[in-house]
Every structure is written in structure tokens, then in C-alpha cells.
């Protein structure tokens, strides 16, 4: 059900969705204030707005009620336009070109209407979950309409081998089979971006992580922990990727933004 507390929550997917999707997460909230910097974390999502759609900044209308949200990898700020109630599957960084079922590097920076991929079936799902008015429901209908769309999909090992490295922070070279420009290529179009991009990406989520941890509380720890050298390197990185400052983002409150930035299980 639908409650008038702010409540992020997720859970891993079901084992048919293990080798694509991260997690099912849903985020509530009855108001919301202030602009939420959305942190770029490498994966895709499909997000599913039981309540109010957020408005991106710079746009002229609030998102559709359900968007296919590519690779982030420049500032994205939402506004709520009343209250919210949001469903997401985090695809891995490498999962959600089955779901999709175009380059992935064509959305990166782009959120896309799902009806534009699917067609009638993604107007009966968001109609299907807004009626169970539950938000868990809702999330397991979404996962279902996942599940249904990728039964041919296959990880390219290639790709999810760099990925696996990627994200356990460890180097990888390109397989001997293909050269370094067509291994590029297929990576990109599998995840969105490109190995060094999606490299520096985990890096700076690396940071949230690090500052969850109680004897890492100061910023300039959480970046050596992630791997920078030094803060005015994460502080180029809060510019490229947030659009705001290290101080700005630790006085946000709790909302999207910071329930977001949760440790990934």
C-alpha cells in the first residue's frame, strides 16, 4: 500500500532475472521540495510512476508514466509535481539491451517513453499497476513485464566479463579475438557508454558507498576509499556528473536523490 511516510526500499530480483537486473526498488514520498540531483550509477532503469511524474529541469512537461532511463552521464535534476510513488527496475550495467532491443548507446542521457518501445502493452501496465494502488504489487507486475519481454536475451560474455571487473573495481583487457575499436563498439552498444565511462562512473558512486561506512564519515577518505587522488578531483567529478558541490549535495535532504544513493545490494 501506498503510505504518507517517505520510504525507499528494494530487493534482488527473481532468479529468471538475475543475469539482467540488479534490483526492484519502489520510493515513496507525499512532498517533496527540493530539486533532486540524481546520481549516475551505471545502470539502466525502467521506472514506472504510480503517483505524480517528476518534471526534469529544463523540460516543458513532467515524464511519461512509464520511461526507459538510459545510461546517466551528466547532470539530471528532478522536481516532484505532487506525490510520489515510483516503481524502478535497475537493469546491470550490461542487461538491458534484451529489453530494449536497440543499441544501448542511442538512450544514454535519455529517458524514453516505454509506450515508444512497446506500444499498447506499456499503457495496459501502468494501467494494471496503478490499479492495484500497492506499490509492491505494482513492482511485481513491472518485474513480470521484464521478464516476459527478455526470455531470448543472453549476456555477450565479452561485455559482461569487462563489466564484472568494472564493477569489482579491477582492470580487464579487451579478449584476443577482436580488436580494441570493435570491442568499443559492442561494448557501447551494450551498455550505453564506453569501459573508461562507465569505469569513472562506479568510481564516483563508489564514493556514496564509502561514506556509509561509520569509519569513513569525511570526504576526503570516501574518495581515496573509491580510488581518486585527491578531493579537487572529486570535486570535478560532483561538476561533471551532478552539477552541484560536494557541501551542496551533504546538505540535500532526505529524498530521491539520497534514498537512491543507498548501498546496492
Keep these: 500500500m501506498i503510505t504518507r511516510d517517505i520510504l525507499y ?44 511524474p517528476y518534471l526534469e529541469t529544463g523540460a516543458d512537461a513532467p515524464q511519461a508514466p512509464a520511461v526507459m532511463a538510459g545510461q546517466l552521464t551528466r547532470p539530471l535534476s528532478l522536481t516532484a509535481t505532487g506525490e510520489v510513488a515510483v516503481i524502478g527496475v535497475r537493469f546491470r550495467p550490461d542487461g538491458a539491451k534484451g529489453f530494449v532491443k536497440r543499441s544501448m548507446d542511442s538512450i544514454t ?18 494501467t ?39 564493477m569489482d573495481n579491477q582492470s580487464f583487457t ?9 570491442f568499443q563498439r559492442i561494448f557501447r552498444s551494450e551498455v550505453g557508454v564506453s569501459p573508461r565511462l562507465l569505469t569513472a562512473i562506479r568510481r564516483f558512486r563508489r564514493v556514496f558507498d564509502a561514506l556509509e561506512d561509520e569509519t569513513r564519515r569525511s570526504w576526503a577518505a570516501a574518495a581515496l576509499d573509491a580510488g581518486y587522488f585527491d578531493q579537487p578531483q572529486l570535486a570535478r567529478d560532483f561538476r561533471r556528473f551532478l552539477g552541484c558541490t560536494a557541501r551542496e549535495w551533504a546538505e540535500l535532504n532526505a529524498g530521491l536523490a539520497k534514498s537512491l544513493n543507498r548501498t546496492q545490494p
Excluded at 511485481?140 to 568494472?166: H, Q, S, W, Y
Excluded at 579487451?174 to 570493435?182: G, K, L, T, V
Design 9 to 52: 526500499e528494494e530487493r534482488p530480483p527473481r532468479p529468471s532475472l538475475a543475469a539482467f537486473v540488479q534490483c526492484v526498488w519502489t520510493y515513496q514520498s507525499p512532498s517533496e521540495c527540493e530539486v533532486q540531483p540524481i546520481t549516475p550509477d551505471g545502470m539502466p532503469e525502467l521506472i514506472v510512476h504510480m503517483g505524480a
Design 109 to 126: 542521457d535519455k529517458r524514453i517513453e516505454l509506450r515508444s518501445l512497446y506500444g499498447k502493452a506499456a499503457d495496459e501496465l501502468v
Design 128 to 166: 494494471r499497476v496503478r490499479k492495484t494502488g500497492d506499490l509492491a504489487a505494482g513492482a511485481g507486475l513491472a518485474e513480470t513485464f521484464v521478464e516476459e519481454n527478455m526470455r531470448e536475451a543472453k549476456p555477450l560474455a565479452p561485455v559482461r566479463d569487462a563489466v564484472m571487473r568494472i
Design 174 to 182: 579487451p579478449p584476443a579475438s577482436m580488436s580494441e575499436r570493435q
